[in-house]
């Protein structure tokens, strides 16, 4: 499955669905964006059950800032509309791999209980 791009307007529906969605976000001129580029493009070949998805921080000032983008590039994992993982660099084949084993061996019925705990607390 090749990436999609989103936009302010379709991001929220996009990581609120069930499964796993992991999201790039780069810019044109951010060079070790363009040297993860490539990576992330062959996973979402390699894990055709994950949606891939890239946000262009330029394009898209107003949801970066909302989403507290200070890095780029910056990988967020959200699954079944939590996110789960967050972080700024360019990650290699290897580390984007352990990323995902890492995301899709997550128990989220006991994620979900953390969160909730967190929002009462």
Do not use: Y
């Amino acid at each position: 499955m090749a990436t999609i791009d989103l936009t302010v307007a379709d991001f929220e529906q996009t990581v609120k669905q069930d499964g796993i969605v992991l999201v790039d976000f780069w810019a044109e001129w951010c060079g070790p964006c363009r040297n993860f580029a490539p990576v992330f493009e062959q996973a979402s070949e390699d894990h055709p059950e994950i949606t891939f998805a890239k946000v262009d921080t330029d394009a898209e000032r107003e949801l970066s800032g909302a989403l507290q983008i200070s890095s780029i590039p910056t990988l967020m994992a959200f699954r079944d509309g939590i996110l789960v993982f967050s972080q700024p660099g360019a990650l290699p084949a290897p580390a984007l791999k352990q990323v995902i084993d890492a995301v899709e061996a997550l128990d989220m019925d006991e994620v979900r209980e953390k969160v909730q705990a967190q929002s009462q607390g």
